[in-house]
């Protein structure tokens, strides 16, 4: 393996997107590349974090997501602890803090959390002396699905290697529930960093407040958009974060603001289509759409092992070991 760990004194976490500079984001991308050949090997595992542990701690539900974590530690050869609230002492009421310090008390090398609470990832980077990764803090950050989407776009449309760039030029179009979405806020960010053109897409009442300090452009015009889009990211409606009524009703949503065969069409010939998963077929996103050999949805999912292995090699000094 190539390439060098990021500093530890600046990244011994990593909680937001935000806290990337382009060419580390780069240089995750770039070793994320690498990684992928290993995949297609008959041995699959490398001994980079052998005797390494890592803890899988998720307040919310998220088996895509934990899966994917889990699956990437192994690979690299470290242990694994899924520690689940549910059924736990979390679920007896001890708190956050309390959890890190049982965590601290097993020598946790790497947390990964998922929580229900904006920042939740950034109080626990406070408490142990591992390092932290954010899977997902309530409408704040995911910053690891932004890697992936990014590593994905990279494969579909960028150069044939894989290697050395960024997003300079490349159209992507955010749409749906931003509101509520880690995702896209994650992925703002990021993809700005690498020199991507965003424009979210929502309905007013779904749009952020104070969007316009955020580094993209809004719109309401969904059609408009689609037609100049490298990339369409649709993202699911979250009924359950919604205490209010943000739309008429499904049906009307749908109408104005899924993506359907018809509307597929006015993306130019080269456009990809993707979606964070999971997905309201029939609601966001279409059947045929989602199926279609313009989805990504499948390559994301993949390509999320990949990236994690990747993120969980630099932050713990993996290249430092394999020198």
């Not at 008390?105 to 904006?118: E, L």
């Not at 509520?180 to 309905?203: D, K, M, Y």
């Not at 059609?223 to 008429?248: C, G, I, N």
Request: hydrophobic share 45%.
């Amino acid at each position: 393996m190539t390439g060098s760990p990021m500093p530890a004194g600046r990244h011994r976490h990593l909680i937001s997107a935000a806290d990337l500079s382009r060419d580390e984001a780069v240089l995750i991308l770039d070793t994320a590349a690498e990684l992928a050949s290993v995949a297609g090997r008959p041995i699959r595992k490398l001994p980079t974090l052998r005797g390494m542990t890592v803890v899988n701690l998720f307040f919310e539900d998220s088996t895509r997501t934990r899966t994917s974590f889990e699956a990437a530690a192994k690979r690299l050869s470290a242990d694994v602890i899924n520690f689940s609230a549910r059924g736990s002492s979390v679920a007896k009421g001890e708190s956050l803090k309390d959890t890190a310090l049982t965590l601290e008390a097993m020598g946790a090398d790497a947390v990964v959390v998922r929580h229900s609470a904006s920042g939740a990832a950034h109080r626990l980077a406070g408490w142990v002396t591992g390092s932290v990764v954010n899977a997902g803090d309530g409408t704040h950050e995911h910053p690891t699905q932004a890697l992936l989407d990014a590593f994905t776009m990279r494969q579909r449309l960028g150069a044939p290697d894989q290697r050395g760039g960024g997003l300079d030029g490349v159209r992507v179009t955010i749409v749906g529930d931003v509101l509520h979405s880690r995702v896209a806020r994650s992925n703002v960010l990021l993809l700005a960093t690498l020199g991507a053109e965003v424009t979210l897409v929502a309905p007013p009442t779904l749009m952020p407040y104070a969007v316009e300090t955020w580094p993209c452009k809004a719109s309401y015009d969904f059609d408009a958009e689609l037609r100049k889009s490298d990339v369409v990211m649709m993202l699911r409606v979250q009924q359950e974060r919604m205490t209010a009524a943000y739309f008429p009703s499904i049906r009307e949503y749908s109408r104005r603001y899924g993506l359907d065969a018809g509307r597929m069409a006015l993306l130019p010939e080269h456009a990809i289509v993707m979606h964070p998963g999971p997905m309201n077929r029939g609601v966001e996103i279409a059947a045929e759409v989602a199926d279609s050999p313009r989805s990504t949805i499948v390559a994301q999912v993949s390509n999320g092992v990949i990236v994690r292995m990747a993120v969980l090699y630099l932050l713990l000094g993996g290249a430092a070991a394999a020198a």
